[in-house]
């Protein structure tokens, strides 16, 4: 009898981990769910993660609560959720420095595409390049023709070595052959801020963040960094057309969780969210921010991840771009 009983005791310790797993899979979600903007508030994460995260409550039964968790361009906040429990209760919105500061560091606190499991590539959006009304500039061409004239006197608002409006200005810088140079503040909201007050002259912001701005008569907008004009604001020119031939930059939203989290959660996360995202109401507001709904599966996401990587590595490192 002992020893029917000492088996039966080491076969529950063997399958209690498995069964246990499955339990909270199949009652997922009975808490709070955490999405780290690895950010401030205000930038484009922090507006993607917000949208997401009211329709993914709502679809959940269980509140979404963003946490800001900003610094070291993305990288204090990515190893909050990389050292996470991989329960399906900590996720993460990212975007291009996610990949791009493996390439600006020395060493990152995460590897892209090890530590974490992709769930959705959520959104994508331009770049609207602006300027504050002071500078007498009224066209991409023109900036270009005051750029040269007064090397290294213009300044552009930098959410931080690696993201997306230091990549977008350097590569301004690299098509256009001047030297209009970053400022660096901690995070979009703050850069654009700076922008608003004149203490930077020059932005490279996303469109979402920067449209209600121009109409508001605060910003000058010279072009939209994507290949054709943005259907929000058809007016404004892209970069290229306005006088840049072959600049293009758009940026990319993501939901990623830590890896080991269940498939069944990723997958019930990503059915969610693609219904919620892809509803004509909800593709509008997204729209309306000039975003574009993307709403993919984990393996697209997995693919564009390994892309980006390619892509932003020879760019980084062809310009010489090193976070100190």
Same mark, same amino acid.
């Given at each position: 009898?002992?020893?029917?009983?000492?088996?039966?005791?080491?076969?529950?310790?063997?399958?209690?981990?498995? !069964? /246990?797993?499955?339990?909270?899979?199949?009652?997922?979600?009975?808490?709070?769910?955490?999405?780290?903007?690895?950010?401030?508030? *205000?930038?484009?994460?922090?507006?993607?993660?917000?949208?997401?995260?009211?329709?993914?409550?709502?679809?959940?039964?269980?509140?979404?609560?963003?946490?800001?968790?900003? *610094?070291?361009?993305?990288?204090?906040?990515?190893?909050?959720?990389? !050292?996470?429990?991989?329960?399906?209760?900590? $996720?993460?919105?990212?975007?291009?420095?996610?990949?791009?500061?493996?390439?600006? /560091?020395?060493?990152?606190?995460?590897?892209? $595409?090890?530590?974490?499991?992709?769930?959705? $590539?959520?959104?994508?959006?331009?770049?609207? @390049?602006?300027?504050?009304?002071?500078?007498?500039?009224?066209?991409?061409?023109?900036?270009?023709? @005051?750029?040269?004239?007064?090397?290294?006197? @213009?300044?552009?608002?930098?959410?931080?070595?690696?993201?997306?409006? =230091?990549?977008?200005?350097?590569?301004?810088?690299?098509?256009?052959?001047?030297?209009?140079?970053? +400022? =660096?503040?901690?995070?979009?909201?703050?850069? $654009?801020?700076?922008?608003?007050?004149?203490?930077?002259?020059?932005?490279?912001?996303?469109?979402?963040?920067?449209?209600?701005?121009?109409?508001?008569?605060?910003?000058?907008?010279?072009?939209?960094?994507?290949?054709?004009?943005?259907?929000?604001?058809?007016? +404004?020119?892209?970069?290229?057309?306005?006088?840049?031939?072959?600049?293009?930059?758009?940026?990319? =939203?993501?939901?990623?969780?830590?890896?080991?989290?269940?498939?069944?959660?990723?997958? @019930?996360?990503?059915?969610?969210?693609?219904?919620?995202?892809?509803?004509?109401?909800?593709?509008?507001?997204?729209?309306?921010?000039?975003?574009?709904?993307?709403?993919?599966?984990?393996?697209?996401?997995?693919? =564009?991840?390994?892309?980006?990587?390619?892509?932003?590595?020879?760019?980084?490192?062809?310009?010489?771009?090193?976070?100190?």
């Amino acid at each position: 009898m002992k020893t029917v009983l000492l088996l039966a005791a080491v076969m529950a310790v063997a399958v209690s981990p498995a !069964r /246990y797993a499955a339990a909270q899979t199949e009652n997922y979600p009975m808490r709070p769910v955490r999405v780290i903007s690895p950010f401030p508030a *205000g930038g484009s994460v922090d507006l993607v993660a917000r949208m997401v995260g009211a329709k993914l409550s709502e679809s959940l039964g269980q509140q979404v609560v963003i946490d800001n968790r900003s *610094g070291a361009s993305g990288n204090i906040g990515t190893e909050v959720a990389a !050292r996470a429990a991989p329960d399906g209760y900590t $996720l993460m919105v990212h975007t291009i420095p996610f990949v791009a500061n493996t390439f600006l /560091y020395t060493r990152v606190p995460y590897d892209a $595409l090890t530590d974490f499991v992709p769930i959705s $590539l959520l959104t994508s959006s331009p770049s609207m @390049l602006t300027v504050h009304p002071s500078v007498p500039v009224r066209s991409v061409r023109e900036l270009l023709a @005051l750029a040269k004239a007064r090397p290294g006197a @213009l300044n552009y608002a930098s959410a931080g070595i690696g993201t997306n409006p =230091h990549i977008a200005g350097e590569l301004f810088n690299y098509l256009g052959k001047v030297n209009i140079v970053a +400022v =660096h503040f901690k995070g979009g909201g703050p850069g $654009l801020i700076a922008a608003i007050s004149g203490e930077v002259g020059i932005t490279f912001t996303n469109f979402a963040e920067t449209s209600t701005l121009v109409k508001a008569g605060k910003l000058r907008a010279l072009g939209v960094s994507s290949a054709k004009r943005a259907a929000a604001m058809p007016e +404004v020119p892209t970069i290229a057309e306005s006088g840049l031939p072959g600049y293009e930059f758009v940026t990319w =939203h993501g939901m990623l969780a830590p890896k080991g989290t269940p498939r069944p959660i990723v997958v @019930l996360l990503n059915e969610r969210i693609r219904k919620t995202m892809t509803a004509p109401d909800q593709a509008q507001r997204f729209h309306d921010r000039g975003l574009d709904v993307i709403a993919s599966t984990p393996e697209e996401f997995s693919t =564009h991840l390994k892309n980006e990587l390619l892509k932003w590595g020879r760019v980084i490192k062809e310009r010489g771009m090193r976070a100190e």
